[in-house]
């Protein structure tokens, strides 16, 4: 439900904007708001997360999740659907992270880095069914009708959760406030974290600003897609990046079982995105699809962030470990979506959309910090292999 709610936009944003008159600059801010919401709220939620079990946190919030995708489909302003989506944002904060948290509570830690990337790539299914099946039901439905229908399925998913999942033991332990705040103390203080948040941030705020709205765009405006051709086009892309999971996943498993770290997978993953989204910026066109669903393939290694550090920290720091790596990294998501279209905004639409020169700039934005984010990641690799000082608070 978060990667449905989070890549809706991509197919229903141009019809959202019509209504309503909106730009490319009011667009990103409707679909990133998502964004800001779901990143300020992770730290107080990953405290709810270790004081009360993922089971419970995730079951009441997809209640919120439920109730914003009902107020944007009923909203009857731009004011109104921008609300609604950062209720939903707030809903589907700690969708992922329960999972991580969950899979740190029942799976032994040589484990974590495929758990994970099962993970996102079962989120990713969520975002293929507002591809090419979105694209279907846009034929016979309006925008309003499919939220209506979305709010429904998140209420759903709340009741499965609160009466399916297995509760823990460690779900019923209590930590006092003190400690638990002094726990992300900790984690903000190291400067390890802050490199993996800066290298992830950078690297999926272009994969998954791109990925949710702008690559749609891009494929509409400068390869002459039409919808039905964008909605196949983003099927393949959301197909790579399961792909993408699933490999690096196991790749830095596999390599940590050996002894061996996986920021050499981390690094090499996220160059190679960042020599795709190169082509892109300089105008390659003729094979841009395939180039999009690569960077978006290579993108995911940078997700192997969650994994190293769950395996730095103790498991009663795991919700507060992951919600402040994931606060990073959608404050990022938030500013790049945005960001794209103020730049694209620069330029005077035209019939079908923006000129290609509009788009190397903004994609160019995204390239350099990508680029970066990495180096100052690779240039701080020693740090990673010292263990924090007081990781047990």
């Known amino acids: 439900m978060s990667y449905a709610f989070r890549s809706i936009n991509a197919l229903l944003g141009p019809e959202i904007a019509t209504e309503f008159g909106l730009g490319a600059a009011e667009l990103g801010l409707l679909t990133s708001v998502y964004f800001l919401a779901f990143g300020l709220l992770q730290i107080p939620f990953g405290v709810l997360l270790d004081r009360y079990g993922p089971r419970r946190v995730d079951a009441g919030l997809l209640v919120v999740a439920s109730i914003g995708a009902l107020a944007y489909a009923l909203a009857p302003s731009f004011a109104g659907v921008v609300?609604?989506?950062?209720?939903?944002g707030a809903g589907v904060a700690v969708a992922l992270m329960a999972?991580?948290?969950?899979?740190v509570l029942w799976y032994p830690m040589e484990r974590i880095a495929t758990m994970?990337?099962?993970?996102?790539?079962?989120?990713?299914l969520g975002a293929i069914t507002v591809t090419v099946p979105l694209e279907a039901a846009?034929?016979?439905?309006?925008?309003?009708?499919i939220m209506i229908g979305a709010a429904a399925l998140a209420l759903a998913a709340s009741a499965t959760i609160f009466f399916v999942v297995p509760e823990h033991e460690r779900d019923r332990s209590r930590v006092s406030l003190g400690a638990t705040l002094a726990g992300i103390r900790v984690l903000i203080a190291d400067p390890a974290l802050r490199r993996v948040a800066v290298m992830a941030g950078t690297s999926q705020s272009a994969v998954v600003?791109?990925?949710t709205l702008w690559i749609a765009t891009w494929l509409r405006d400068v390869a002459g897609y039409d919808r039905a051709g964008v909605g196949q086009g983003l099927l393949v892309v959301n197909l790579a990046l399961i792909a993408g999971f699933l490999v690096f996943g196991r790749m830095a498993?596999?390599?940590t079982r050996?002894?061996?770290?996986?920021?050499?997978?981390?690094?090499?993953?996220?160059?190679l995105a960042a020599l795709c989204l190169g082509l892109l910026v300089l105008g390659v066109v003729k094979g841009g699809l395939a180039l999009w669903a690569l960077f978006t393939f290579f993108g995911t290694a940078a997700t192997l962030g969650y994994s190293m550090l769950s395996r730095r920290y103790p498991k009663e720091l795991a919700g507060r470990v992951n919600t402040t790596l994931n606060t990073f990294i959608f404050i990022g998501m938030f500013v790049a979506q945005w960001a794209v279209g103020l730049v694209l905004e620069r330029w005077p639409p035209t019939d079908g959309g923006y000129p290609p020169e509009a788009y190397s700039w903004a994609l160019g934005s995204l390239w350099a910090l990508q680029l970066a984010g990495l180096a100052w990641f690779w240039n701080g690799r020693r740090l990673l292999t010292k263990v924090p000082v007081d990781s047990a608070a």
Do not use: C, K, T, Y
Request: glycine share 12%.
């Open 83 to 88: 609300a609604g989506r950062a209720l939903i």
């Open 99 to 103: 999972s991580f948290q969950a899979f």
């Open 116 to 124: 994970n990337s099962r993970a996102f790539a079962v989120g990713i």
């Open 138 to 145: 846009l034929r016979f439905a309006d925008w309003r009708s």
């Open 209 to 211: 600003a791109l990925s």
């Open 253 to 255: 498993d596999a390599r």
């Open 258 to 271: 050996l002894g061996g770290s996986m920021l050499p997978i981390i690094a090499g993953g996220v160059a």
